[in-house]
């Protein structure tokens, strides 16, 4: 059991680095994974291998670390460092990603209702995970041809995240795999709608100035349309 779950988190970490056109495939690929570990039996031998390695494991760093790498974007582009993408497209992305997962993720937990590891309701997806990987996702996208580095740190915080989520008992690891897949294919999906509203948007301004203070640094953001 060890192995076949350091194998599908290895899947998560570096398939979606290695090619930045092809997400769709991996998507799938994810998809597939998680269905084949909806049975019973890769249930009961993930309950098992908890049971006798895990249980004395508690960490809620997960609840936080599904957002670092927006953060991480986020801080990329306060520190100067640029991308491909103005601030307002960036904005827009992330609005039409985030309501994208937000929708399939809530969706499939109350239609499904699947009930998690440690017997309470809405299993499936981990929507910590979809969280993780859409921020990871936008990441490479934002980053990866310049600095694959970048974005493989992407993919390693997200596959941390779902890790987690698993450890903690409070996912299936086809849960964990279905969330990657939705929240890859939501940053795909607001990609490929954001250029169709483009014409209306450019009548919009976006302005963000970065505020550096002693004991936090922030963001002012103003959004006319």
């Not at 520190?79 to 994208?100: C, S």
């Not at 969706?107 to 990987?133: C, M, Q, V, W």
């Not at 990871?136 to 915080?157: E, N, W």
């Not at 509203?197 to 103003?222: F, G």
Request: proline share 4%.
């Amino acid at each position: 059991m060890k192995n076949k779950i350091i194998g599908i988190l290895f899947l998560f970490i570096s398939i979606p680095s290695l090619a930045q056109n092809k997400a769709w495939y991996y998507v799938a690929g994810l998809s597939t994974a998680s269905a084949i570990l909806y049975t019973d039996f890769a249930k009961n031998e993930q309950k098992n291998y908890y049971q006798n390695n895990l249980q004395s494991f508690h960490s809620s760093a997960d609840d936080l670390l599904q957002y670092s790498p927006t953060l991480l974007n986020i801080g990329l582009h306060l520190a100067g460092i640029k991308d491909n993408q103005k601030p307002k497209e960036l904005f827009t992305i992330f609005l039409i990603g985030t309501g994208t997962y937000t929708v399939m993720t809530q969706g499939l937990k109350y239609a499904i209702n699947e009930t998690r590891p440690d017997g309470t309701d809405h299993s499936f997806p981990s929507g910590h995970t979809t969280t993780a990987f859409f921020g990871a996702r936008m990441l490479d996208r934002a980053y990866g041809k310049q600095y694959p580095l970048i974005s493989v740190g992407g993919y390693a915080l997200a596959t941390a995240t779902g890790a987690m989520r698993i450890a903690n008992n409070k996912h299936w690891a086809t849960d964990v795999a279905m969330g990657a897949a939705i929240g890859i294919a939501s940053a795909e999906i607001a990609h490929w709608i954001y250029p169709k509203l483009k014409k209306s948007l450019d009548k919009t301004s976006l302005n963000w100035e970065p505020i550096v203070a002693p004991n936090y640094y922030a963001a002012r953001v103003s959004y006319a349309f």
